[in-house]
Every structure is written in C-alpha cells, then in structure tokens.
C-alpha cells in the first residue's frame, strides 16, 4: 500500500469517526431547548473558540490572509445553513428537512464539476444515489411526507449553504493548518449567528443550569473535538468525498437515538444504515485521486 492510498484510508477513518460524534449534536441541541436555534448556533461557536485558538498555537503554519478569508466566508456559509435549516424544521417536518439538507453531497459534486480537467466518474454518483437511498429510508419512518412548502424549500436552499461550506472548507484545510482553517472559519461563523440573534431579538441570557451545560457540549465536543478531526481528514480528501462521509452524522444521530434516548429501531431504518454504509464505503473507493484534488486546487 503506499503513502498516497495509507492517507486516504487514514482520513476516511478520521471522516467517518468525526461524523459519528456530530450525532451526539441533536442530543445536546435538545438539552438546550430554552434557547433558540440562532442561539444554540452562536454559543456552539463561542465555546470553542478558546480551544480552538488555545489549539492553534501550536502550529506555526497560519496561512495566507486570502486563505483566512476563504475559511471565514466558510463559516459564514455553515451560519446560513444552520439558520435555514433551523427555521425549516420550525416550518416542516423534521423528517422532510433532514432528507434534503442530504442533498448537499450532490451540490458538492456539481461544485467540483464545474472545475475543468476533474471529473467524477459514474461510479461515485451511484455511490451517491446509494447514500441518499438509505437516508429516505431512514426518515421514512420518521414521518417524512412527500409535500414541498416553505419548508421544503428553506432545506433545500440549506442543503446548498452547507455544500459551499464543505466545498470551501475542504479546500481551505488543503492551503493552511486545518485547526487554523477551523479556528477561522468558527470565528466567521460566531460572527454571523450573534448578528442574526440580534437582528431575532433572541434572548441571550437567563438559562437554567442544563442549557448551559449543552450548549457547553455543543462548543466542546461538536465544533471542537468532531470538527478538529474532521478538519483533519478533509486535508487529505476530496470534498465530495467529505460531504459524503458527513452523512454518517445521521447514522450515529438514529444510532445514539436508539441507545441513549430509547428510539426503537424498524427494520427499513436497519436496511437504510446498511445501504448507507455500503454507499459511504463504495464513494471513499470511487473518489477522486490525490493527484486531481492537487489539480484542483493548483
């Protein structure tokens, strides 16, 4: 096995296990119900920005400044997402708006498309199809219904927030230290969410012990320790190949759901992980070479 291919390898195992503890995220989210979704998103961020930069002085390599602003425009967009999905879910139901933010992988796809001289090929797209095959069978059961409102609509337009955020992130933890690319593009995003909250007139304070103690976790464990491993994995990976690992976030999230919370598990859900697996595994084979994402980026 070469370098090349230990390093692949190396990073999807990183992927996959930094996707696994963002499905902790909606656990943490319910235990911080008195505050509001533009809220959560602000202190997520604002908790890990001291580890974050605690983190990166260890290392030298802080980048360019157009890398900087590249990173900060990512957070930028994962700020947008959220604050789309999160009113979504508000509009719809839960079901139909995780369904289709899983839409991202494709927006991703179509991104790293429109760069000449890279091309996916045939296989990575049934990969793709695979994937999201298993996702509908997941939130099947969950009652997804098959309408297209405000919504539907909103989840759609977040799907598309989070791929730029994937897309551009990927790329900005390939030209600088992935903690410094997290580093920055959490302060963006810190930024953005305490405007939005502002704007929301939200409430910032006043919280019971238990949502600061989520929203503690939500800073800690979900933009700190899943995203640092995730930053470092997407330094060695095809952001088709992240967006696509990411989707094992809905796997723990069914998963924890069942150990932590009790959630009974169907045999469609069973067969959607299986599918979902099989998909994930099959796109981290039939991904892009490091020599193309090299491409890309030149």
Known sequence: MNYDKKMSTKALVLLFLGASILGFGPILVRGAHEASAEVIAF???????????????????????????????????LSADLACWHTAIQTTKVANATLLIGLAPFWVAFMSSLYPGL???????????????????????TGFLPTLGKGEYLSIIASIFYAAFTYLFAMVCKKMAPIHALKWSTFGSAIFMFIVALLRGA????????????????????????????????????????????LAQ????????WIILGEKLGKAQLLGCLIMIVGMGLGGLWAPKPAEITKELS
């Open 43 to 77: 202190y997520r961020m604002l908790f890990a920005l001291p580890i974050l930069f605690f983190i990166s002085m260890r290392d030298p390599f802080v980048g360019e400044t157009r890398a900087k602003l590249m990173a900060f425009s990512a957070g930028v967009f």
């Open 119 to 141: 091309r996916l090929s045939t296989r990575f797209f049934v990969a793709l199809i695979l994937c999201f095959s298993g996702m509908s069978m997941l939130t099947s059961m």
């Open 203 to 246: 409430p910032l304070i006043n919280f019971q012990q238990e949502t600061w103690l989520s929203l503690l976790g939500l800073g800690v464990v979900i933009q700190s320790l899943a995203w640092f491993i995730i930053s470092s994995s997407l330094k060695h990976l095809h952001a088709t190949v992240g967006s696509l690992g990411l």
């Open 250 to 257: 809905q796997l723990a999230t069914v998963v924890l759901g």
